[in-house]
Structures are given as C-alpha cells and as structure tokens.
C-alpha cells in the first residue's frame, strides 16, 4: 500500500497545478460494442507542445472484465492514441485510473488501478504543436462478450512541461547513468555530440563472397569508426500498416508490425564526466514480439554494378540487388583485432578510434547499438543471396551501402558505401524448358515452352522470345548466348495423339503389402496414361467413392477381400474413351498371429548313414525378421541362419530349431491420450515446431510405458503425431527428419542426447495433414530390445523466421521428457546437429508407435535315425562279377545291397569288371567306380532312389 499511497499523492500534487477539462455522466458500454465521448477544451493557448501539453487522461469505468476493453482518445486535430488496451485481465473497474508518460506500470498493480499507469501509447504524441482547442473523443471499445459495463466519467489534464517517455525497459528508453571521463571530441573540442560514423567494410566483402549459378553470396561488414555508439531502442510504439496497435499484436496475414525506434546521442559536456545524452526518432523498424527483437529494415544495401566515369560508385548502373532486410545492430568484431576490416576515409587501416569501445546497447532486441572502433557482420549464410538473373561472365563490382535511408544521424554520410571489383565466371548458365501443360495434345491442339530467364533466346524453331507455342509433333530446344559462349537446353519432345486413342491407368501399391495386417497404412498411386493436362481420378473400394482427386489414395480400414480400383476421367478431347476404369488390387487381411517354426530335411535322408550330410531348413509361418538358434539334443549348435548342415548325427538324435520373430502384424502403443494442445507461440512438446524457422526436438519414452501396454521387445515401424486445428508458419517442414535410437536414460536433463541414431524417416519437406494423425512409415524398422528407453530425435531448418506452430495433442510425462532448440534464419541451418538446448519439460506430442512384437517358439522336433556301418565290397581282380576271387577276401556283395553299403569297382590296370548278374542297390547304398577304369554292365544293375 506504501506504493499506491506515493502515486495518489503525486497525482494530487501535479493536478493542482494543471488546467482539466472533463466529461461525466452514465454511457452504457454494451457487448462488442463501441461508445464515444466528448470532452470540450477550450480556453488554451493554440499550441501544445513540451513546454505546455497533454500529461494525463483520469477514467472512471465499471466493467466486469477489464480486458475487455480497448480506450482511445482522439485530439481535435486527428491525433489518436491507445489508452488501454487488453489489460487487468478479468479484474473489475477503473475507478480514479489515471494514464501518463509518468506513471508505473499495470503490471505491478491490481484492479480497480486507482492511481497513475503507463498507457499503452504515447500520450506525449499529441504535444505536437497542434491546436488543443475543440472536442476531443473518448472511445471505450467491449471487443467481448458477455461482460458489460458503464463510462461514469473522463477528463485531460494539461500542464507545464508534461512528462516524456520514461526510462522503463521495455517500455520505452533504456536506463542509466552514462560516465566517460576519458572521452574526447572529435578536433579538439570541448563539448560536442559523440556521433557514430558507419562505414562500408571492403575487406569483408572482398574475401568472403561466393558464386554459383544465379546467385552470389556475400558477407557484409558495418564498422563503426565515428567517436559515439550507434545506440537504438525501440519504446512502446507499434504499428501494423498505418494503424497504431499494442506491440504484442499480430498483424493481418501480410503486414509486418513495425517498432518505433529512436537513435540515443550522447554528449560530451565540457568540466563532466557524467554525458548528457538526447534521443531523436529513427523510423519504424520491423518488430517480431513473439522473439522481443527489433530489425533494422534496409540496414545495407548492396548491389552487383558496372563502373562508369563518375567517382560515387552509387550512381553506377545496378545489374542485381540484393538487401539483407532485417538485422540487429550488434558488435560481432573489434577493429583492432581484424587488420584491413575497419578502414579511414583516406585509405588508412582503423584499429582504435577516439572513445573505443564507448556504449551501453548491443545485441539483438528491443536495445542495440554499435561501438565506436567495433563492426557488425552478416556471414554469407546470413544474408539473403543476389540473384543474378540475365547476368553474364564478366567484370563488375559488388556496391555495398550501408544505411542507404539515412535514418540514423552520423557524423558523416558520404562514407557509408564500399566498391569491390568481382569477377563473374559461372554465370552462362543453360537455359531449361518448361512445358505450360501436357506435351501430349490432339491434333489442332498446342503447348507453350517457356525458357527459364536468360539473356536471349534462340528456340530450334528460330523464335526469339521466352516463350514459343507449338501445334506439332516434335523436338524442341532453346539456346542462348552470354558473349561467345552458347548454351543449349535438354531437348523437350511433343507429340500428338493418334486416332482411336483411349485413356489408360494402372494401380499399383507404393507403401504397405498385400497381403497385410488389420489396420495397416496401404498407399495406392495410379499412373494415368493420355490422362491429359487436368486429370481427374476417383478411388472406390468394392465400386463405392473413396479418397480424394488425386492420384493417390492412402488407407488403413482395408478388410479382407476388398477391392480396389480407381476410375480415370481425361480431359483430352479426342479420345475414344476418356473415361477407365483400372485393373482390380483384390486385399488380402490376415490377421497378426504370433509365428510358428517348421523344420524340416531340405538335403539328405532319414533314415541315414553315419557320416552322410543332412541339411535341415527352418520355415517361420506368420513372423518377419527371424532369428535362429539350432539345437541337438537340446544343446547348442550351427549358427542363426535358417539352415543347419551337419555329418555328425548319431542314431536317435533329436534335431530342433528355437526361433525368434516379429509377429507378422503390428500393434499400436499410444503415449499421451491428453485433449490438450500446445499454444501456437511454443515449441515445448511440439512435433511440426515452427514458432521458429529451424529446430530440434528430443522425446524420451521409457520402457516402462510400452511394456505397460504389452510390448516386449520389437520392430518399431512407425510413428504417428496427432495435430489439432492450427495450422504452422511455415507451413512445410523442410528437412523434417526423424532419428531413433535405445538408450538407458529414464529422464532428459536439460541437454541432447547422442547415442548411436538410426535414421528412419527423411529427409523430406513436410507439409502436415491438420485434424488427423500423421503418419510416418520408416524407411528402416528399428529394434527395440523392450529393455531400454526410447529417444526419438525430430528436426527441420527452413531458415526463415518462424510465427507460427502446429498445434497437436500433447500430454505431460511423470518425468522430463523433452528438450529442444530453436532458431530463426541461417542460424539454424545445423538444426540437426544442434547442441544447444533452447528448452524442455515433461510435455510430449501424443504419439502412436506401430510395434510388431517379438515372440520365441520351438519348431517339431526331428529324430535321427542313422543306420550301422554298411560292409564294403572292393572288385580287385578281372573278369565277371561272379567270381569270388576277383574280390577282396574273396567276398562277393550280396545281389541286394542294403543301406550305407557300398561297392567299389577298382579292377586290375588295363583289364575290366564285367557285371554278369542281377545286382540291386538299395537306397542309402552306393556303387563306386574308380576314376579310369573300365566296368561293363552284361547282367541287370538296379539302383534305387
């Protein structure tokens, strides 16, 4: 209460000195309604002006909601500024409100705000000179329902010397004492004005440009090497268009809100230290509230020119312009600490100025400024390219100038601007053609080519123009010349369309499977043949419209045996028929049943023989990504491959096969369920986050969570955002990835993870599906061990400023799960390997992970049999098979060979074995002839499978 009570009294004290003029009575103030009052002034010299004006506006207004209203008063002479507007919230009242230049801030009362605040414009604008005498208006605006109120009361007060803007940062003037007992004046003097000197740096641009074809890249320096800071703030003084509005205010789609910006200068007083200091007004600058930065519009300008006679280089002709139209006023470099970069009028290299160093702002928001012997730069990525369109090879220079507006007041304006000699060598660039519609057409019909711009046009048919319309069939290309070099274009081919055509289009699946899961995102996209320049296509799902025109159609409700189909309409004329109908996709659903093993003898037999090779192969119905563990006698072996081989099986031996797989079907782990969503201006749980240009975003989800919804383990195919209603500023995320990675975290902490990431979606530029969940299927499914948390890692970088984010559904995490980075404009270029963090919190976007979980199961089992050792029967001698003799020990094979026998024929060198009776080989048995030598088959030899 000791606050308010200092406020009355200095109320009361400047009134009693002050000529009022006043309205009462009862105004009703309806709804989303406006009232006015007069308030008659008369009697008052014909001008006001600092020395006598304005200082006070006292309401008295009974209102059920404050925030409501928006006040403003209007002088006789067309002068308007807001009162108050959006403030006290849901507060009751303004009884004895006093507004001035003079007072304290809302924010630091309560309502019903008896006293003296600070208005939300310059009441000290209407001290302008104009004449007071006549009717002022009041106008008390409700912008809401349903509270309402009464206008009880108004008066203005003017007195000798009315307040200025105060020193309240962030309302107006910055504050402080400002002391520099070491500081000079330029010459010699005594007392003068501590003025800046903004310059041109040749240094800067000379060694940091770059070109590539069209454009040219250029990085721009602004010394300052004048005896005072370039010292700028903005004060509480905005406008969208010619409209002055609170500097919180989001202007239409289109208009910039513009800060007023005034230039501080500073002076040296001769016997001080203290500087006297005095501001002037600098234009209005572009102002971003949701950022708090002021950029100073056209701050340099430069331009690509060819040399003429005249020494200002700023007369020459321009060839290309480029303007980096939004900088802050900071001190990035020293002078003394770049050679060359700082440079005097005549030539000489600057490293200390006069008061080097002298200032109180810099940096980039509502308060900078440059210091004496300091320079700002804009890098190449910072600044926006030169286009360099019909510009050939050759020499020019780049004209840098700095401040071209003259909107801030230095010492000297004619030395603000730089001439740096350029050499221009991949500018002769080929032209590429542009067809204006299909390069298909009937007879009687045409398509216009159009060049991309160049600096003359030669088409093959020896037309001259951008652009040429054909009315045949055949090749086409344009050329041009940039002195002696001729580009030629890739050639473009017309054709017509032959009698008796029709209109064809065929469908065939780009993203998901047939045959597939229940609920499984399948993409559809249908080609269309002599489908004409305006297409139109429609879906239909066993003969009923689906989708949208397009040629498109994207789906999860598909059932088994649903049939798919698209009908093409072509607007070509002269077809037969325009109007097909594609092949049918007939669906197959199945449903996600956990996997089976099935092994069985790929290679060999069973029943066996010891030593002989088997192969056994393991099929894993209903399951993906299999893994293998084989097994003998319940032990360990082969490797985890689908095949086992092995020589080594004894008799009994029981062969089986574990397996581990994802379930051919995936289901949905939902994280956050929330109805709420994020404000457009927040980037904190946000999944499309572009309240800013670039950014990156970390969320944490712990195993805890997806094991409480059944998951194990698995392939995590997908990822779902839901985004609510608001649609984001830039609309598309260019760059929009999405990283993976398992990690043993269990909660954020202020800072990016960097485990080993696995991409699984983009790079792509984004546009989202507002009211819907978005999907992303992954390029790579990623494997989750069911053990460890999951950190997805989201990022873009449009490199432009921000306004706006998506909203989506968010939810809160028991713990911290999330950090994120943000930036605007090239700074952000590295979003996706940003460190720094911006912010976090347990706020996360509603999330749906398809997961395919994993299962573990035994195939059958196969027992071995292996039969014992076959005997061996070896012909040693000459002559017929029937002779005990010719075999060794003198032992002949029985007629019928039984299993793992075996016959080796291996007669005298240079004689033969003559098989002169009926021998039989049973299956598992075999007969062996030696390599050159001779058997001869007289009897029956039969030998079985």
Request: glycine fraction near 10%.
């Amino acid at each position: 209460m000791r606050i308010f009570t200092t406020i009355v009294l200095l109320t009361l004290s400047i009134f009693a000195k002050a000529q009022t003029f006043s309205w009462s009575g009862n105004e009703h103030i309806a709804d989303m309604s406006t009232v006015t009052v007069p308030i008659n002034v008369t009697g008052l010299g014909n001008a006001i002006n600092s020395t006598f004006g304005v200082a006070h506006i006292c309401l008295y207004i009974e209102h059920s909601y404050d925030a409501d209203l928006t006040i403003t008063l209007q002088s006789p002479s067309g002068t308007l500024v807001t009162l108050l507007t959006n403030t006290g919230g849901a507060g009751n009242n303004f009884t004895g409100t006093c507004l001035g230049m003079d007072g304290v801030s809302f924010l630091i009362a309560q309502p019903p705000y008896t006293g003296l605040f600070f208005p939300a414009g310059e009441i000290n604008s209407f001290n302008n000179g104009q004449n007071p005498n006549g009717t002022w208006t009041l106008s008390v605006t409700d912008v809401s329902a349903p509270d309402t109120g009464t206008l009880l009361s108004a008066s203005i007060e003017f007195t000798n010397n009315p307040p200025l803007q105060p020193g309240v940062p962030g309302l107006g003037a910055p504050v402080g004492t400002y002391l520099c007992g070491t500081c000079t004046c330029p010459e010699g003097q005594a007392g003068c004005d501590l003025l800046p000197d903004m310059t041109a740096s040749y240094k800067e641009i000379n060694q940091n440009h770059t070109e590539e074809p069209g454009v040219l890249y250029i990085s721009n320096a602004t010394p300052n090497i004048g005896s005072g800071p370039l010292d700028i703030f903005g004060i509480d003084s905005c406008f969208c268009g010619g409209t002055h509005v609170p500097c919180n205010t989001v202007c239409p789609t289109g208009i910039q809100l513009t800060h007023v910006v005034k230039q501080r200068i500073y002076q040296k007083v001769p016997g001080k230290d203290t500087l006297n200091y005095y501001d002037r007004f600098a234009g209005t600058m572009t102002f971003h509230p949701q950022h708090g930065h002021i950029h100073v519009d056209n701050w340099a300008n430069y331009t690509l020119r060819t040399a003429t006679s005249n020494p200002d280089a700023r007369t020459w002709p321009i060839i290309a312009t480029g303007t980096k139209q939004s900088f802050c006023l900071v001190n990035l470099g020293n002078c003394a600490n770049n050679p060359g970069e700082c440079v005097a009028n005549d030539g000489s290299t600057v490293l200390t100025v006069p008061n080097s160093n002298l200032g109180w702002h810099t940096g980039c928001n509502l308060n900078q400024g440059i210091y004496p012997g300091m320079y700002d730069v804009y890098s190449q990525n910072l600044n926006d390219p030169m286009p360099l369109l019909n510009v050939c090879n050759g020499n020019y220079y780049i004209v840098s100038i700095t401040d071209p507006d003259n909107q801030f007041l230095e010492s000297d304006k004619e030395n603000n601007w730089i001439a740096v000699p350029i050499t221009l060598t991949q500018q002769n660039v080929t032209p590429v053609i542009t067809p204006g519609g299909s390069t298909v057409f009937c007879p009687g019909g045409s398509v216009t080519l159009t060049s991309s711009p160049a600096t003359n046009y030669l088409w093959s048919t020896g037309e001259t123009t951008q652009s040429i319309t054909v009315t045949t069939a055949g090749t086409y290309t344009v050329s041009s010349n940039c002195g002696a070099a001729l580009m030629t274009s890739q050639p473009i081919t017309t054709s017509l369309i032959p009698a008796n055509s029709t209109a064809d289009v065929a469908v065939a699946i780009t993203s998901g499977d047939n045959p597939t899961c229940p609920g499984s995102y399948i993409e559809f996209h249908a080609t269309a043949y002599n489908g004409g320049s305006n297409p139109v296509y429609q879906w239909k799902v066993n003969g009923n419209n689906v989708g949208t025109n397009s040629p498109v159609y994207a789906t999860n409700t598909l059932t088994d045996g649903q049939v798919v189909t698209c009908t093409l309409t072509s607007n070509i004329s002269c077809l037969v028929n325009p109007v097909v109908t594609s092949a049918p996709i007939t669906m197959t659903v199945i449903s996600g049943s956990t996997p089976t093993g099935v092994i069985s003898i790929s290679n060999g037999t069973n029943p066996t023989c010891p030593g002989s090779s088997v192969t056994f192969t393991a099929n894993v119905p209903g399951g993906t990504n299999p893994s293998y563990q084989w097994k003998v006698n319940g032990s360990n072996v082969g490797t985890n491959s689908n095949t086992y081989t092995t020589t080594t099986l004894t008799n009994g031996q029981q062969v089986s096969c574990v397996i581990t797989a994802n379930n051919s079907c995936s289901g949905s782990a939902i994280i956050g369920t929330s109805t709420t969503v994020n404000d457009y201006r927040s980037d904190n749980g946000v999944a499309y986050p572009t309240y800013y240009g670039n950014g990156r975003q970390q969320y944490l989800i712990s195993a805890a969570e997806l094991n409480a919804q059944g998951f194990v383990s698995g392939k995590i195919n997908s990822i779902s955002f839901n985004v609510a209603g608001g649609i984001g500023d830039p609309s598309t995320l260019n760059g929009y990835t999405i990283k993976i990675a398992q990690v043993a975290n269990t909660a954020l902490a202020g800072a990016f993870l960097a485990p080993a990431f696995t991409t699984v979606f983009g790079p792509v530029n984004y546009t989202p599906t507002l009211n819907s969940w978005n999907r992303h299927q992954f390029s790579t499914p990623f494997d989750w061990d069911g053990t460890s948390s999951v950190l997805i890692d989201i990022c873009f970088s449009n490199q432009v400023y921000g306004n706006a984010a998506y909203t989506n559904y968010q939810s809160d995490a028991a713990f911290t799960a999330n950090v994120f980075y943000q930036a605007d404009l090239q700074p952000g270029a590295g979003a996706c390997t940003a460190t720094t963090v911006s912010g976090g919190g347990t706020k996360r976007p509603n999330m749906k992970l398809d997961i395919a979980p994993k299962s573990t199961v035994t195939s059958n089992i196969i027992t071995m049999t292996v039969n014992p050792s076959g005997n061996t029967y070896t012909f040693t001698g000459s002559g017929n098979w029937n002779v005990a003799s010719n075999w060794a020990n003198n032992t002949i094979p029985p007629s019928t060979l039984g299993p793992c026998g075996e016959i080796i024929v291996d007669p005298v060198s240079g004689n033969e074995c003559i098989l002169n009776v009926q021998q039989t080989v049973m299956s598992g048995a075999k007969i062996t002839v030696k390599g050159n030598k001779k058997f001869r088959v007289m009897g029956n030899l039969t030998i079985i499978q």
